[in-house]
């Protein structure tokens, strides 16, 4: 259940790669280094392309390439899950994931959820806090998943208020519905 996961070493002389795939809730570009998945950023147009593509130089001190269409790389397997995933095939992903975006308590709550919270189901903020060890920790957790580098690989989507409200989510809150009608947590829109 939930994803494979590398914790990241040292990010010096590191190459990430890459792209931006379609998918059902818009474009996503999806980044990995010799690790794993390292990040997937919602609504990837050009102007979030190019912003997320400078935060990853800054970060790993290199220049992030693109992916070569056709030629075998780190990024093959993590297209094929999420195209899967969004296809309805595929209900846990499987990959190695670069966790050097995120640290601290971060890290923990978000390797909580990959591998607590399943396809199809739900958490609370102050249930994610308690599994982790933080009771009354809520904001803290929603914190987390606003800084969440790998979203729906690591599904934050996941995670509601306790009184049934969506709660937030930084691909916008109609990404969240589609997502949790997608695994059958919410009704699919009638039309």
């Keep these: 259940m939930g994803a494979r996961t590398v914790v990241g070493m040292d990010s010096s002389a590191q190459?990430?790669?890459?792209?931006?795939?379609?998918?059902?809730?818009?474009?996503?570009?999806?980044?990995?280094?010799?690790?794993?998945?390292?990040?997937?950023?919602?609504?990837?147009?050009?102007?979030?392309?190019?912003?997320?593509?400078?935060g990853l130089a800054a970060r790993f001190g290199t220049d992030p390439a693109p992916a070569v269409p056709g030629r075998a790389g780190p990024l093959g397997e993590p297209i094929r899950q999420l195209g899967a995933y969004f296809d309805g095939r595929l209900r846990d992903f499987t990959l190695p994931l670069d966790w050097s975006l995120a640290s601290g308590f971060n890290r923990q709550v978000l390797r909580e959820l990959a591998a607590g919270v399943p396809y199809g189901t739900v958490v609370g903020y102050g249930?994610?806090?308690?599994?982790?060890?933080?009771?009354?920790?809520?904001?803290?957790?929603?914190?987390?998943?606003?800084?969440?580098?790998?979203?729906?690989?690591?599904?934050?989507?996941?995670?509601?208020?306790?009184?049934?409200?969506?709660g937030g989510f930084g691909g916008g809150l109609e990404t969240k519905r589609q997502l949790l009608a997608l695994e059958g947590v919410l009704p699919q829109p009638l039309f």
Excluded: K, Y
Aim: hydrophobic share 50%.
């Design 15 to 54: 190459f990430v790669e890459w792209a931006v795939v379609g998918s059902d809730i818009g474009p996503l570009l999806l980044a990995a280094t010799g690790q794993g998945l390292v990040n997937v950023v919602f609504h990837a147009d050009e102007a979030v392309r190019d912003r997320a593509v400078r």
């Design 127 to 166: 249930d994610l806090a308690d599994r982790v060890g933080r009771p009354g920790a809520a904001q803290a957790v929603g914190a987390a998943m606003g800084a969440n580098p790998l979203p729906v690989v690591v599904p934050c989507h996941r995670v509601v208020e306790s009184d049934g409200g969506l």
